[in-house]
């Protein structure tokens, strides 16, 4: 496993990657060489043919308090403009294929929510802390929050939590359907809930879920008549595909399917 400064990688269940973001002194602030870390850490269990899915943790206290506002503070508009600041970010969103799990407990503020939200499926403990209080430093969310969190929670509220820059906690965010499940516990609690899920994924055909996310995320960018062609596309593809075989013919004869990932 390569060795990084401010994240951790292991494979703790068969088929599961996680990530750990370790940056303790700084509650996690997103520091661009934290993201360059998490980036190449993505890309590699995306590339690996082991791995079914992806997990993105924090600490208890702090899934991400933000991107590094040390690091933002002396920026000027061109530095930001011409280095595309913030850009890289949305690797994650734009070219990771398999799916990412967020697990949040403690804070997730600023670019911790927009990370949380990038990922495929969101799981946090009733105290998690959200927010986006980019609005008291000056500025405004910069890597999707605004349009993230409008999508998830309409705009009244996203406008207000946006406008106001107050937090909201897990169990709101499992309220408003931001977090497909909110754990009682703590981390540990929160990491079993999430490997049990990435272990299920990671125990399906890779082709077939690979596609069921890309279908998914279609529904964001398309109309429904749009989307619902683009779903009909990729499914009749995926007849061409052996684990379609493999998963139909396993049901008629009464087994487990041993899936080919092809
Ligand atoms: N950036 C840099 N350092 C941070 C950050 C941060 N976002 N958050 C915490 N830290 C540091 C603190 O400075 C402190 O360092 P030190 O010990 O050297 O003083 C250490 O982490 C511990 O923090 P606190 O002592 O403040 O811990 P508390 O438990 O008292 O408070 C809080 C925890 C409430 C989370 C508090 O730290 C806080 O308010 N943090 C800032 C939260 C915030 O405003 N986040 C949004 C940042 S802006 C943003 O994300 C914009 C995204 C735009 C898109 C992407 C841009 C890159």
Redesign the pocket.
């Known amino acids: 496993p390569t060795s990084y400064e401010h994240i951790l990688t292991s494979t703790p269940k068969p088929g599961v990657g996680l990530i750990t973001l370790n940056r303790p ?3 996690n ?2 520091c661009s060489p934290l993201f360059t870390e998490l980036n190449d850490a993505l890309g590699k269990y995306d590339q690996d043919k082991d791995i079914g899915a992806i997990i993105i943790t924090g600490s208890e206290k ?1 899934f991400a ?6 690091e ?1 503070a002396p920026l000027t508009f061109a530095a930001a403009y011409n280095d595309n ?2 850009a890289p ?1 949305s690797h994650l969103a734009n070219t990771i294929r398999k799916p990412v799990i967020a697990a949040v407990s403690g ?1 997730a ?4 929510c ?1 990370l949380a939200m990038m990922c495929d499926i969101m799981y946090c403990t009733a105290n998690a802390t959200f927010g986006q ?2 609005i ?2 000056g ?1 405004i ?3 999707g929050g605004s349009q993230r969190l409008t999508r998830a929670l309409g705009k009244s509220k996203a406008m207000e939590l946006i406008l106001t820059g107050k937090n909201f906690s897990g169990k709101e965010a499992g309220d408003w359907g931001l977090a497909a499940q909110v754990v009682e516990g703590g981390k540990e609690e929160l990491l079993e809930v999430a490997m049990k899920t990435a272990e299920t994924i990671a125990g399906y055909s890779r082709v077939a879920v690979v596609a069921g996310k890309e279908v998914v995320n279609k529904s964001q960018e398309l109309s429904l008549r749009e989307g619902v062609e683009y779903e009909r596309r990729l499914f009749h593809g995926l007849f061409g595909s052996r684990d379609q075989k493999i998963g139909m013919t396993a049901f008629a004869e009464k087994k487990k399917p041993e899936w080919s990932h092809e």
């Open positions: 002194k700084a509650l602030a997103l702090a308090a933000g991107a590094d506002i040390k933002m600041f913030i970010w804070y503020l600023g670019g911790g927009e209080p980019e008291k430093l500025t969310p910069g890597a």
